[in-house]
C-alpha cells in the first residue's frame, strides 16, 4: 500500500495522488455516501492538497478539532509570518493568536470547497470549527461562542462543532433555533444520539415558527466509532484474565460497528413520519450521521474496517489521512451499514448480560474525549502565551 496522503502529512500534503479509475473513494458516493477528510493544515490549502482530494477522490467536507490545530500550528513554519503579523497589530492574548491563525485556515478551506457546497446546493461541502473544549459543561458561554466563531469566520460552508455533552444538548437546541449550522461531536451512546436528534429537530421547529428559513440550516451528528472498541476491548481483556468466556471473546473489534449499526435504525425511524414530514415541507435537511474516529487503532483488525462496515445513504464518514489511503488502495464498497442488524442487536445483548455497560462506556469516553482535547488545546495556548511567534518559526 502507498501511503501518499498519510506519508505527506509533514510535507504539506504536497505529494498527495490517487488513482481515479477504480478509486474506491469516490465509488461511495454511488452508495450516498460522503467522504470528508479528518485533517487540516495551511499547507495542505495553499500547496494544492485539499484541492486534489475533492478532484480526483470525491472528497466533500472536512474536519477540524483542537488536536489537529495543536499539531499543524505548533509543528508548522507556514504560520510564522500571520502570528508576526497578529502581533504586530498588538494582539498578544495566545487564545486570540490561535482563534486567528484556526479561522484563516477555517476561511480558506471553505472557499477551496465553495464550488462543492453550491454544486450541492448546501447540503455538503462543509468544514468544521468546534468551540473551545474549555466550554464543555457552560451551554450559555458555549452559544455564546458559537456564534462568535460563525461571525467571525463569515463563510456559509461552515458548521460549528459543539460536544454532546449534558450542557452541549440545550446549546444544540438553541443554535439550530438561531439558524447556526452545527456539527454535533463526542457522540458514542444511541440514547443520548437521540437527545442530539431531538435538540434538532425541536432547534428546527423554533426556526420555523419564528419565520425563519429551515433549507438554510444543515447538521450532522458526529457518531465516533474505533474509540468504542479500544475501551471495551481492554474491558474484555481483563475478564478474561480471571474467566474463559467464549461468548465474551467473540464480541472483540464487533462492539462499535454494532452500535453504529443501530444508531442508523434509530435515524431511519427518527427521520420518518408526521413530525419530521411537517418539517420537511418547509424545506428541512436531515441531519445525516457523520462515522468519526474510523481510523483503525489496533492492528489485529482490518485498516478499513470502520469505513467498509458503515457505508449507506445519507451518512457521511470523515477518514484520517492514513485511513484515506488505505482504503483507496484496497476498500471493497458495498452498502453494509444495514447488513445483520438482527446480529448487531445480539452483540449489544451480549455485552449486557455480560456486565459491561455500554453507558458507562460511552459516558467515559465522551469525558476521555473532553479531556483530551481539552489537554492539546491548553498546550497549544501554552506554546503560544510563553513563545509567541518564535513558537512556530
Not at 455516501?33 to 486534489?52: H, K, N, P, Y
Not at 477540524?64 to 509570518?81: L, Q, R, V
Not at 455564546?144 to 466563531?149: M, P, Q, T, V, Y
Not at 440550516?217 to 458526529?222: D, I, P, T, W, Y
Request: charged letters at 25%; proline letters at 3%.
Amino acid at each position: 500500500m502507498t501511503n501518499t496522503l498519510a506519508n505527506g502529512m509533514t510535507a504539506d500534503m504536497k505529494n498527495v495522488k490517487s488513482k481515479v479509475t477504480g478509486n474506491p473513494l469516490r465509488s461511495l458516493r454511488d452508495c450516498g455516501q460522503a467522504i470528508w477528510v479528518d485533517f487540516l493544515s495551511r499547507g495542505f490549502i495553499v500547496e494544492g492538497g485539499l484541492q486534489r482530494l475533492i478532484e480526483e477522490d470525491g472528497l466533500t467536507g472536512v474536519t477540524s478539532n483542537p488536536t489537529i490545530f495543536d499539531k499543524a500550528i505548533a509543528g508548522g513554519k507556514e504560520y510564522g509570518a500571520s502570528l508576526r503579523g497578529a502581533e504586530q497589530e498588538g494582539i498578544k492574548d495566545a487564545v486570540a493568536l490561535y482563534e486567528r491563525l484556526a479561522i484563516e485556515d477555517i476561511q480558506r478551506a471553505a472557499d477551496v470547497l465553495r464550488p462543492v457546497y453550491e454544486a450541492e446546493q448546501g447540503r455538503d461541502g462543509y468544514v468544521s470549527l468546534e468551540v473551545s473544549p474549555r466550554l464543555a459543561a457552560k451551554t450559555d458561554a458555549t452559544v455564546a461562542e458559537a456564534l462568535r466563531l460563525a461571525k467571525a469566520v463569515g463563510r456559509d460552508n461552515v458548521m460549528i462543532k459543539v460536544p454532546a455533552t449534558p450542557a452541549g444538548l440545550p446549546a444544540i437546541r438553541e443554535l439550530t433555533a438561531g439558524g447556526i449550522k452545527v456539527n454535533i461531536t463526542l457522540l458514542f451512546s444511541q440514547s443520548v444520539y437521540e437527545e442530539v436528534a431531538e435538540a434538532y429537530l425541536s432547534g428546527l421547529e423554533r426556526l420555523v415558527a419564528g419565520g425563519g428559513d429551515p433549507a438554510k440550516v444543515s447538521s450532522v451528528a458526529s457518531f465516533f466509532v474505533s474509540r468504542i472498541d479500544t475501551l471495551v476491548d481492554k474491558q474484555i481483556e481483563e475478564r478474561l484474565r480471571s474467566e474463559k468466556n467464549e461468548m465474551l471473546a467473540g464480541l472483540r473489534g464487533k462492539v462499535a460497528i454494532a452500535n453504529a449499526k443501530l444508531a442508523y435504525q434509530r435515524y431511519k425511524r427518527i427521520f420518518n413520519g408526521p413530525r419530521w414530514d411537517a418539517l420537511r415541507r418547509k424545506g428541512a435537511r436531515i441531519q445525516r450521521l457523520l462515522w468519526a474516529s474510523t481510523g483503525t487503532k489496533n492492528p489485529a483488525y482490518s485498516d478499513v474496517l470502520y469505513v467498509e462496515e458503515l457505508i449507506a445513504a445519507d451518512t457521511v464518514n470523515t477518514l484520517p489521512p492514513a485511513t484515506m489511503d488505505a482504503f483507496r488502495d484496497h476498500g471493497q464498497v458495498r452498502p453494509s451499514l444495514e447488513e445483520n442488524v438482527a446480529d448487531a442487536e445480539r452483540v449489544m445483548a451480549t455485552l449486557d448480560r455480560s456486565g459491561i455497560s455500554i453507558d458507562a462506556v460511552t459516558a467515559r469516553l465522551v469525558e476521555d474525549g473532553v479531556r483530551q482535547f481539552s489537554t492539546d488545546f491548553d498546550k497549544l495556548i501554552g506554546a503560544l502565551e510563553h513563545k509567541g511567534a518564535a513558537a512556530i518559526r
